[in-house]
Protein backbone atom coordinates (compact mmCIF):
# COMPACT_ATOMS: atom_id res chain seq x y z
CA UNK A 1 0.00 0.00 0.00
CA UNK A 2 1.31 3.59 -1.06
CA UNK A 3 1.98 5.70 1.87
CA UNK A 4 0.08 9.43 1.10
CA UNK A 5 -0.16 12.69 2.89
CA UNK A 6 -3.73 14.35 2.41
CA UNK A 7 -4.30 17.72 1.30
CA UNK A 8 -5.13 18.56 4.80
CA UNK A 9 -1.97 17.27 6.29
CA UNK A 10 0.49 19.26 3.49
CA UNK A 11 -1.53 22.65 3.85
CA UNK A 12 -0.24 22.60 7.50
CA UNK A 13 3.18 21.80 6.26
CA UNK A 14 3.03 24.73 3.02
CA UNK A 15 2.42 27.92 4.83
CA UNK A 16 1.28 31.18 3.29
CA UNK A 17 3.11 34.32 4.50
CA UNK A 18 0.34 36.26 6.33
CA UNK A 19 1.28 39.77 4.63
CA UNK A 20 0.23 38.07 1.35
CA UNK A 21 0.20 39.47 -1.06
CA UNK A 22 4.00 40.77 -0.83
CA UNK A 23 3.32 43.32 -4.11
CA UNK A 24 0.38 43.54 -5.97
CA UNK A 25 -1.31 46.71 -8.28
CA UNK A 26 -0.77 49.81 -5.72
CA UNK A 27 2.92 49.03 -6.00
CA UNK A 28 2.79 50.24 -10.08
CA UNK A 29 2.00 52.88 -12.36
CA UNK A 30 -1.39 53.43 -13.27
CA UNK A 31 -1.31 51.54 -16.63
CA UNK A 32 0.11 48.53 -15.23
CA UNK A 33 -2.64 46.55 -14.69
CA UNK A 34 -1.73 42.51 -13.91
CA UNK A 35 0.70 41.30 -11.66
CA UNK A 36 2.17 38.02 -12.29
CA UNK A 37 4.38 34.81 -11.85
CA UNK A 38 8.12 36.22 -10.65
CA UNK A 39 11.38 34.26 -10.92
CA UNK A 40 13.39 34.51 -7.93
CA UNK A 41 17.02 34.47 -6.71
CA UNK A 42 18.85 35.70 -3.95
CA UNK A 43 22.38 36.54 -4.42
CA UNK A 44 24.69 38.42 -1.63
CA UNK A 45 21.95 38.67 0.68
CA UNK A 46 19.83 40.27 -1.47
CA UNK A 47 16.88 39.13 -2.91
CA UNK A 48 15.78 39.35 -6.41
CA UNK A 49 12.25 38.88 -8.10
CA UNK A 50 11.87 39.51 -11.89
CA UNK A 51 7.94 40.35 -12.17
CA UNK A 52 6.01 39.90 -14.75
CA UNK A 53 3.77 42.87 -15.27
CA UNK A 54 1.22 43.70 -18.14
CA UNK A 55 -0.08 47.02 -19.19
CA UNK A 56 -3.39 48.17 -20.21
CA UNK A 57 -3.07 46.33 -23.87
CA UNK A 58 -1.99 43.30 -21.82
CA UNK A 59 1.52 43.29 -23.77
CA UNK A 60 3.74 42.06 -20.72
CA UNK A 61 7.31 43.65 -19.18
CA UNK A 62 9.89 42.79 -16.58
CA UNK A 63 9.69 44.84 -14.18
CA UNK A 64 12.88 44.56 -10.58
CA UNK A 65 11.90 43.81 -6.85
CA UNK A 66 14.42 43.85 -4.41
CA UNK A 67 14.38 43.00 -0.65
CA UNK A 68 16.73 42.45 2.14
CA UNK A 69 14.79 40.14 3.94
CA UNK A 70 12.05 38.10 1.53
CA UNK A 71 9.20 39.96 2.47
CA UNK A 72 9.64 43.70 2.16
CA UNK A 73 9.97 44.48 -1.26
CA UNK A 74 11.11 47.91 -3.51
CA UNK A 75 9.33 47.94 -6.92
CA UNK A 76 11.35 49.38 -9.60
CA UNK A 77 8.68 52.53 -11.14
CA UNK A 78 9.34 51.21 -14.90
CA UNK A 79 10.20 48.38 -16.55
CA UNK A 80 14.05 46.97 -16.79
CA UNK A 81 12.99 45.25 -19.81
CA UNK A 82 10.14 45.33 -22.20
CA UNK A 83 9.45 43.59 -25.24
CA UNK A 84 12.33 44.68 -28.31
CA UNK A 85 12.60 41.97 -30.93
CA UNK A 86 9.34 40.71 -32.77
CA UNK A 87 9.62 37.38 -31.12
CA UNK A 88 8.57 39.70 -28.58
CA UNK A 89 6.10 41.58 -29.78
CA UNK A 90 2.96 40.38 -27.77
CA UNK A 91 5.22 40.31 -24.57
CA UNK A 92 8.03 38.70 -22.67
CA UNK A 93 6.63 36.43 -19.73
CA UNK A 94 7.27 34.19 -16.91
CA UNK A 95 11.22 34.22 -16.17
CA UNK A 96 13.01 31.68 -14.36
CA UNK A 97 16.37 32.62 -12.79
CA UNK A 98 19.31 30.20 -12.89
CA UNK A 99 23.03 30.86 -11.54
CA UNK A 100 26.03 29.38 -13.21
CA UNK A 101 28.74 30.01 -12.03
CA UNK A 102 29.32 34.19 -12.24
CA UNK A 103 26.43 34.79 -14.27
CA UNK A 104 22.34 34.67 -14.07
CA UNK A 105 20.94 33.05 -17.18
CA UNK A 106 16.78 33.89 -17.47
CA UNK A 107 14.56 31.82 -19.68
CA UNK A 108 11.08 33.59 -20.69
CA UNK A 109 8.51 33.28 -22.85
CA UNK A 110 8.66 34.88 -25.79
CA UNK A 111 5.06 36.07 -27.80
CA UNK A 112 4.40 37.24 -31.18
CA UNK A 113 2.00 36.48 -33.83
CA UNK A 114 3.80 33.29 -34.36
CA UNK A 115 3.35 32.40 -30.76
CA UNK A 116 4.70 31.57 -27.82
CA UNK A 117 9.19 30.62 -27.88
CA UNK A 118 11.64 31.12 -25.68
CA UNK A 119 14.69 33.26 -24.71
CA UNK A 120 17.34 33.38 -22.80
CA UNK A 121 18.84 36.37 -21.23
CA UNK A 122 22.43 36.48 -19.26
CA UNK A 123 23.23 39.26 -16.66
CA UNK A 124 25.88 39.67 -13.96
CA UNK A 125 24.08 42.35 -12.02
CA UNK A 126 20.54 42.56 -12.64
CA UNK A 127 20.94 45.99 -14.27
CA UNK A 128 22.73 44.69 -17.64
CA UNK A 129 20.92 42.23 -19.70
CA UNK A 130 22.40 40.49 -22.81
CA UNK A 131 19.77 38.81 -24.77
CA UNK A 132 21.07 35.38 -26.30
CA UNK A 133 18.35 34.32 -28.27
CA UNK A 134 15.34 32.27 -29.05
CA UNK A 135 16.57 28.87 -27.65
CA UNK A 136 12.84 26.96 -28.00
CA UNK A 137 10.75 28.15 -30.87
CA UNK A 138 7.07 27.96 -31.20
CA UNK A 139 5.17 26.44 -28.85
CA UNK A 140 7.04 25.69 -25.94
CA UNK A 141 7.40 27.61 -22.77
CA UNK A 142 7.80 26.66 -18.94
CA UNK A 143 11.55 26.35 -19.34
CA UNK A 144 13.47 26.02 -16.47
CA UNK A 145 17.78 25.35 -16.51
CA UNK A 146 19.75 23.31 -13.91
CA UNK A 147 22.09 25.23 -12.07
CA UNK A 148 25.08 22.99 -13.04
CA UNK A 149 26.66 20.40 -15.74
CA UNK A 150 25.83 16.81 -15.09
CA UNK A 151 28.24 14.92 -17.26
CA UNK A 152 29.24 17.39 -19.09
CA UNK A 153 25.84 18.97 -20.36
CA UNK A 154 23.10 21.15 -18.89
CA UNK A 155 19.76 20.10 -18.41
CA UNK A 156 16.48 22.06 -18.75
CA UNK A 157 12.99 21.17 -18.17
CA UNK A 158 10.64 22.88 -20.64
CA UNK A 159 6.70 22.07 -22.02
CA UNK A 160 6.02 22.03 -25.69
CA UNK A 161 1.93 22.18 -26.08
CA UNK A 162 1.84 20.20 -29.19
CA UNK A 163 -2.32 19.10 -30.23
CA UNK A 164 -4.49 21.64 -28.22
CA UNK A 165 -6.93 19.52 -25.96
CA UNK A 166 -4.07 16.95 -25.53
CA UNK A 167 -2.55 16.75 -22.09
CA UNK A 168 0.95 18.82 -22.36
CA UNK A 169 3.63 17.05 -20.43
CA UNK A 170 7.03 18.33 -18.97
CA UNK A 171 10.05 16.67 -21.29
CA UNK A 172 13.45 17.48 -20.91
CA UNK A 173 16.19 18.67 -23.19
CA UNK A 174 20.43 19.02 -22.63
CA UNK A 175 23.18 21.42 -24.00
CA UNK A 176 26.33 21.67 -24.15
CA UNK A 177 26.29 25.51 -24.17
CA UNK A 178 22.88 26.75 -23.35
CA UNK A 179 21.89 27.84 -26.67
CA UNK A 180 21.78 24.14 -28.45
CA UNK A 181 19.74 21.88 -26.88
CA UNK A 182 18.53 18.39 -27.78
CA UNK A 183 17.78 14.57 -26.57
CA UNK A 184 14.44 15.90 -25.88
CA UNK A 185 12.15 13.72 -24.12
CA UNK A 186 8.80 13.52 -21.54
CA UNK A 187 9.68 12.99 -18.19
CA UNK A 188 5.98 13.93 -16.48
CA UNK A 189 2.56 13.59 -17.56
CA UNK A 190 -0.61 14.77 -15.97
CA UNK A 191 -2.42 12.16 -13.93
CA UNK A 192 -5.81 11.50 -15.68
CA UNK A 193 -8.46 12.02 -12.89
CA UNK A 194 -6.08 13.74 -10.70
CA UNK A 195 -5.33 17.26 -9.77
CA UNK A 196 -3.08 17.89 -12.55
CA UNK A 197 -5.04 15.93 -15.38
CA UNK A 198 -5.29 18.88 -17.79
CA UNK A 199 -1.63 19.76 -18.24
CA UNK A 200 1.66 20.27 -16.26
CA UNK A 201 4.57 22.26 -16.77
CA UNK A 202 8.02 23.09 -14.80
CA UNK A 203 7.70 26.01 -11.96
CA UNK A 204 10.64 27.13 -9.84
CA UNK A 205 14.39 26.33 -10.72
CA UNK A 206 14.85 22.83 -9.11
CA UNK A 207 16.76 22.47 -5.51
CA UNK A 208 19.55 20.11 -5.81
CA UNK A 209 19.14 17.55 -2.17
CA UNK A 210 20.57 14.06 -0.95
CA UNK A 211 17.54 12.79 -2.43
CA UNK A 212 17.19 14.33 -5.90
CA UNK A 213 16.66 17.49 -7.53
CA UNK A 214 13.38 18.75 -5.73
CA UNK A 215 10.80 20.39 -8.34
CA UNK A 216 7.97 22.83 -7.55
CA UNK A 217 6.10 22.10 -10.48
CA UNK A 218 2.27 23.13 -11.78
CA UNK A 219 -0.53 21.00 -12.64
CA UNK A 220 -4.06 22.18 -14.04
CA UNK A 221 -7.60 20.59 -14.07
CA UNK A 222 -10.83 21.58 -14.74
CA UNK A 223 -9.06 25.39 -15.35
CA UNK A 224 -7.72 25.51 -11.68
CA UNK A 225 -3.65 25.86 -11.24
CA UNK A 226 -1.64 24.35 -8.47
CA UNK A 227 1.50 23.29 -7.33
CA UNK A 228 3.03 20.24 -7.02
CA UNK A 229 6.26 18.49 -5.95
CA UNK A 230 8.86 15.84 -7.98
CA UNK A 231 12.35 14.32 -7.48
CA UNK A 232 14.12 13.78 -9.97
CA UNK A 233 17.71 11.65 -10.41
CA UNK A 234 20.32 13.54 -9.12
CA UNK A 235 22.59 12.18 -11.87
CA UNK A 236 20.36 11.40 -14.79
CA UNK A 237 17.46 14.50 -14.51
CA UNK A 238 15.52 13.29 -17.22
CA UNK A 239 14.69 10.40 -14.35
CA UNK A 240 11.95 10.86 -12.46
CA UNK A 241 11.61 9.21 -8.79
CA UNK A 242 8.56 10.35 -7.17
CA UNK A 243 6.01 13.39 -7.22
CA UNK A 244 3.53 14.15 -5.12
CA UNK A 245 0.41 12.33 -5.18
CA UNK A 246 -1.32 15.24 -3.63
CA UNK A 247 -1.13 19.24 -4.43
CA UNK A 248 0.80 21.55 -1.95
CA UNK A 249 -0.69 24.51 -2.67
CA UNK A 250 -4.19 25.44 -4.51
CA UNK A 251 -6.01 28.51 -4.98
CA UNK A 252 -7.99 28.72 -1.51
CA UNK A 253 -7.70 32.63 0.00
CA UNK A 254 -9.39 35.52 -1.73
CA UNK A 255 -6.54 36.98 -3.84
CA UNK A 256 -6.16 33.00 -5.10
CA UNK A 257 -9.15 33.09 -5.97
CA UNK A 258 -10.46 35.82 -8.29
CA UNK A 259 -8.29 38.34 -10.25
CA UNK A 260 -7.35 38.67 -13.71
CA UNK A 261 -7.37 34.89 -14.38
CA UNK A 262 -8.72 32.90 -10.93
CA UNK A 263 -8.01 30.17 -9.47
CA UNK A 264 -4.23 30.15 -10.03
CA UNK A 265 -1.40 29.94 -8.12
CA UNK A 266 1.72 29.48 -10.12
CA UNK A 267 5.41 29.71 -9.35
CA UNK A 268 8.65 30.52 -11.37
CA UNK A 269 11.21 31.27 -8.79
CA UNK A 270 11.53 29.12 -5.08
CA UNK A 271 14.81 30.25 -2.80
CA UNK A 272 16.46 27.76 -0.01
CA UNK A 273 17.28 29.64 3.05
CA UNK A 274 20.64 28.37 4.99
CA UNK A 275 18.30 27.41 7.55
CA UNK A 276 16.68 24.75 5.60
CA UNK A 277 13.22 26.82 4.66
CA UNK A 278 11.99 27.15 1.20
CA UNK A 279 10.58 30.19 0.26
CA UNK A 280 8.20 29.95 -2.97
CA UNK A 281 6.92 33.39 -4.74
CA UNK A 282 4.47 32.59 -6.52
CA UNK A 283 1.65 34.53 -8.96
CA UNK A 284 -1.91 34.75 -7.51
CA UNK A 285 -5.04 34.49 -9.93
CA UNK A 286 -2.66 36.42 -12.02
CA UNK A 287 -3.13 40.25 -10.18
CA UNK A 288 -0.12 39.79 -6.91
CA UNK A 289 2.50 38.00 -6.11
CA UNK A 290 2.62 35.85 -2.75
CA UNK A 291 4.52 34.13 -0.78
CA UNK A 292 4.38 30.83 0.62
CA UNK A 293 7.07 28.93 3.06
CA UNK A 294 7.95 25.56 3.60
CA UNK A 295 10.60 23.35 5.14
CA UNK A 296 12.96 21.38 2.29
CA UNK A 297 12.45 18.27 4.23
CA UNK A 298 8.60 18.13 4.30
CA UNK A 299 9.16 19.05 0.74
CA UNK A 300 10.35 15.87 0.18
CA UNK A 301 8.94 13.96 2.38
CA UNK A 302 5.65 15.08 0.64
CA UNK A 303 7.16 14.23 -3.09
CA UNK A 304 8.19 11.00 -1.45
CA UNK A 305 4.91 9.55 -0.45
CA UNK A 306 3.53 9.22 -3.80
Not at 25 to 50: E, M, Q, R, T
Request: hydrophobic residues 35%; glycine residues 8%.
Amino acid sequence: MQNTISPKEIGNKIIRYKGNPIISKKDFPSDYLYILNPGAIKHNNVYYLLLRVADSKKISHFFLATSKNGTDFNVDKSPILSPKTSEEAKGIEDSRITKINDGFYITYTAYSQKGAAVGLLETTDFKHFKRLGIIFPPDNKDVVILPEKINGKYFAYHRPMGEMGKPFSIWTSTSPDLIHWGEHKPVLSPDLGSWDSEKVGAGAVPIKTEKGWLHIYHGVSDNVYRLGVALFDLDNPAKLIRKSKNYILAPEKDYEKSGWISNVVFTCGAILEDNGEVKIYYGAADSSVCLAIAKLQDLIEIAEKY
